[in-house]
């Protein structure tokens, strides 16, 4: 089996920042690409982030130029520095962890973020 667990998310002021954590474990033997995916209430969830093990990254337009998301493979984990944080950031921050490019990939619970004054 395979684990997904994230950590970092909290409550936080317009304008501030916060560090996301994804580790994955389990038998896990190869990773293709991580991933990070929001859903704020009411709202479907929607890609934040994407990184491949080759460095590759993808980022939504909202969070272009504010977030940087980062892969460590040895440990197997995924970073997301979010710097400049807006209210419509709220939301449920999700883990994506795909071994192979076809997969669909294993989730991780969720991290909240709250960015209110």
């Known amino acids: 089996q395979v684990q997904i667990a994230e950590s970092g998310g909290g409550l936080v002021q317009p304008g501030g920042s916060l560090r996301l954590s994804c580790a994955a474990s389990?038998?896990?033997?190869?990773?293709?690409?991580m991933g990070w995916y929001r859903q704020a209430p009411g709202k479907q969830r929607e890609l934040v982030a994407t990184i491949t093990s080759g460095g590759t990254t993808n980022y939504a337009l909202s969070v272009k130029g504010r977030f940087t998301i980062s892969m460590d493979n040895a440990k197997k984990t995924m970073y997301l520095q979010m710097n400049n944080l807006k209210p419509e950031d709220t939301a449920v921050f999700y883990c994506?962890?795909?071994?192979?490019?076809?997969?669909?990939?294993?989730w991780g619970q969720g991290t909240q973020v709250t960015v209110s004054s």
């Open positions: 389990g038998t896990l033997f190869n990773i293709y690409q």
């Open positions: 994506n962890c795909k071994p192979y490019m076809w997969d669909i990939g294993y």
